[in-house]
């Protein structure tokens, strides 16, 4: 572990939260070590793992990436984003959870590249791959910010904030919420930005089945006050958007390779 991080600033900061998973952490710490890019400050937050977790992640050496481990009780994945967020010192923040990676090894670099040559934008999103429990890859392109209304617009994985902004406005994850935190924290952000950029690439690597798509309806539930106070919907837009999202999951669940023809598209990325 590096333990001269405080000498070098960071571009990048990725926080990554974990609790007991030592199967999952590996891939992710090895997409982020093995980037082509070497400004990057590595955070993990680990919940005081039994699993063996704790054991790898204290083992971790490398010489290009500075890498910070907190490992103690917290109260949940967003408390743990938020001590994150504290510890950041990046100009911009990516959170990477355990079991999700970026594309490839030149990920940060093609995104460094959109930075410096679009003016330091404030927020910046791409696309996704999803992975399914056969293995079996899926490309989701991002949707416009603009669709925002609806809901998550891309995948948390493909999204950086500038940290700047995160300060400014004294940013934080709402842990009140126990699946839509990331949506409001996002909401929030964006309510704060001024510049955008999108990245027509894949960004992340992102493994079906989280919490948020195991239990969607309470998901969507939380959107609702999210969406009202934060966005300032209307109650009759909020209400109609949750039914079109019922509607949708229908299809989802019951006609997949429908959904799957409408949402996804070919990969050219194996």
């Known amino acids: 572990m590096n333990n001269d991080y405080k ?8 926080i990554t939260v974990v609790y007991n998973s030592n199967d999952y952490i590996r891939p992710t710490v090895t997409s982020i070590i093995e980037q082509s890019i070497n400004n990057i400050e590595y955070i993990i937050i680990d919940g005081a ?10 083992n971790l ?20 984003m938020n001590k994150g967020i504290d510890l950041a010192r990046g100009d911009y923040i990516i959170f990477m959870n355990a079991g999700d990676c970026f594309t490839d090894r030149d990920t940060l670099s093609l ?44 995948h948390h994985q493909s999204m950086l904030y500038k940290r700047g902004i995160i300060e400014q406005h004294k940013l ?20 704060h930005t001024s510049t955008l950029h999108y990245i ?16 969607w309806i309470q998901s969507m539930s939380e959107q609702i006050p999210i969406k009202r106070e934060v966005l300032n919907m209307p109650a009759w837009k909020v209400y ?16 997949p ?14």
């Open 200 to 215: 027509s690439n894949p960004l992340s690597l992102f493994l079906q089945g989280g919490v948020s798509q195991r239990q």
């Open 7 to 14: 000498s070098i600033h960071p571009f990048f900061t990725i």
């Open 111 to 154: 995104i460094h590249e959109h930075i410096t040559s679009t003016d330091y934008p404030d927020f910046i999103y791409g696309d996704a791959i999803e992975i399914n429990t056969s293995g079996e890859r899926y490309y989701r392109p991002a949707r416009s910010e603009n669709r925002k209304q609806i809901g998550m617009f891309t």
């Open 61 to 80: 050496k490398d010489d290009t990436v500075s890498i910070v481990l907190v490992s103690e009780k917290d109260n949940g994945i967003y408390d743990a």
């Open 257 to 270: 390779w429908f959904y799957r023809a409408i949402r996804f598209r070919k990969n050219t990325h194996a």
């Open 172 to 191: 934080h994850y709402d842990t009140s919420y126990k699946i839509a935190a990331d949506y409001k924290f996002t909401c929030e952000f964006l309510n």
């Open 49 to 58: 793992s039994t699993d063996g977790t704790v054991d790898f992640l204290q």
């Open 240 to 255: 109609l958007v949750y039914a079109a999202q019922i509607a949708w999951h229908g299809i989802k669940e019951y006609l």
